[in-house]
């Protein structure tokens, strides 16, 4: 009599003893067999290392066979113990054969899920109709094509899932993991290692010591805690939250709202998303972003470019460079150095002991600074600067429009210049010091602290500026050369 009649045989003269009474029963120690399935709904396999190989079989039964690791035709045949205890079929190394490699093949029929516990050696698991549960210690895993879920702990070694058509849940410490085309969701946690991902179509929920992350082309949304090590995400579609202590961040090409905390650096570029940023420490770059971006950090340096929609940043002890912005841009801050340069919406300002300068403002300035220097250069639209420092600069590059400008100092200087064929009038008083002029229209007053005068005879807008120190009005030849010098 035959391996796999044998097993077939014990199988059937056991339904009825198993049915009555759930303990584990031994079908057999045979290398070969198959079982034909009635109420068995999983397969546990556990003890078993070398090369274990796991696929869809036929409907109604269970096939096996265990070989010396190998193979090919002549390979001896190693025997395995195959047990049941009620609805749950086991497979164990046979009698004596509990330290040996083994190549196992089992085809599983359509309906029974897999638990498998692996040390060391390979498993491949491809295209179960049920899920899997896997535990491997130093194995290599690779897990493809199934239709249930899939839950999967890994202490060192490595495992790539691919093609899932559920829910995905990875967990462990010290591997490296690949996974790739998820229908569902992926639930990751892990410590060290290296994880990357892509083609999640579900929330990912990521937790995170000291790994490395990759996350490419997925729907999310993604939920990540992480603390050490590395995260990089492009082309995710439903945007993120994210908590980071030490983890450097990299953001590209994606949709829909961020919002991150985080004390470590961070870069962005082509966005096209929601960006919420409160950070402390890190420097943060974006380059490119098609949506709102709002900053909240402290100790930082802020370098932006080609920001198409509202920029809002507030913090201290910054240093902000912003260049080619799209939108509206307002900056709260203290102790700290802010420069704009090209600004298509308006530009609002607010800094205590620190350098402002603004240049190529399309709409206009709104500017407060205490114990600072204000230079505002290539204006279009109005200005209204409320300083109380060194000096301040405003040149235009054309006065257009019908709103009036304000210019205070409290403290120090004024200069400004008017560029462009606009005209405007000019109201300028010198409180405690003088004032020149070379522009034409302009006149000041004999005391040398009043001027006034319309340029080209425009009656609005009006330009008005009051200093404590002296106030410089000229051309915008004129006050570009002043500031060269």
């Known amino acids: ?5 044998i097993l077939v045989a014990l199988a059937t003269c056991l339904l009825g003893a198993g049915a009555a009474r759930a303990e584990t029963v031994l079908l057999g120690n045979e290398a070969a067999g198959i079982f034909e399935i009635s109420t068995e709904s999983r397969l546990d396999v556990a003890g078993l290392s070398g090369e274990l190989i796991f696929r869809v079989g036929k409907p109604g039964e269970l096939r096996f066979l265990a070989t010396a690791p190998e193979g090919g035709k002549a390979a001896e045949e190693i025997p395995v113990s195959l047990l049941r205890d009620g609805s749950v079929l086991e497979l164990r190394p046979g009698p004596g054969n509990a330290e040996r490699a083994v190549r196992l093949e089992a085809a599983l029929p359509p309906g029974m899920w897999l638990k498998l516990a692996v040390r060391g050696g390979e498993a491949s698991i491809s295209g179960l109709k049920d899920g899997v549960d896997v535990v491997a ?4 895993l690779d897990v493809s094509v199934v239709e249930g879920g899939a839950s ?10 691919r093609g899932m058509a559920d829910d995905v849940a990875l967990r462990g410490d010290g591997f490296t993991a690949r996974i790739d085309a998820v229908a569902g969701a992926a639930t990751i946690g892990a410590r060290g290692g290296t994880v990357e991902a892509s083609g999640v179509a579900g929330t990912l929920d990521v937790d995170l010591d000291g790994t490395d992350f990759r996350l490419r082309d997925s729907v999310g949304p993604l939920r990540l805690s992480a603390s050490g090590g590395r995260v990089e995400v492009a082309g995710l579609r439903n945007g993120a939250r994210m908590h980071l202590g030490g983890t450097p961040l990299v953001i590209a090409e994606s949709d829909g709202r961020y ?8 870069e962005f570029r082509d966005m096209s998303a929601s960006l919420h940023f409160d950070s402390y420490g890190g420097s943060l770059r974006g380059a490119g972003n098609d949506g709102v971006l709002e900053i909240k950090t402290s100790n930082s340096e802020v370098a932006l470019e080609r920001i198409s929609g509202e920029t809002r940043i507030a913090g201290d002890g910054l ?31 607010e800094n205590d002991y620190g350098d402002v300068t603004v240049a190529g403002a399309a709409k206009g300035v709104s500017i407060k600074s205490r114990d600072g220097t204000v230079v505002v250069s290539g204006l279009n639209g109005a200005a209204r600067i409320d300083a109380d420092g060194p000096e301040v600069r405003v040149g235009w590059a054309s006065v257009a429009g019908s709103d009036d400008s304000e210019i205070r100092n409290a403290s120090g200087d004024v200069w400004v210049s008017i560029g462009g064929n606009g005209g405007c009038r000019i109201e300028a008083s010198a409180k405690y010091g003088r004032i020149e002029s070379s522009l034409e229209g302009v006149a000041v007053s004999g005391d040398g602290n009043h001027a006034s005068g319309r340029i080209r005879r425009a009656n609005a807008p009006t330009i008005r500026i009051e200093s404590e120190g002296n106030v410089v009005l000229a051309s915008g030849a004129a006050a570009a050369q002043d500031e060269e010098n």
């Open 1 to 5: 009599m035959s391996a796999r009649t």
């Open 319 to 349: 240093r902000v460079e912003a260049a080619t912005m799209g939108g509206a841009v307002v900056v709260y801050a203290a102790g700290s150095t802010l420069a704009i340069d090209g600004a298509a919406g308006p530009v609002e300002i």
């Open 152 to 161: 999967v702990e890994v202490h060192g070694g490595k495992v790539e899932l």
């Open 259 to 266: 919002d991150v905390d985080t004390d470590a650096d961070v």
């Open 137 to 140: 210690h130093d194995a290599a």
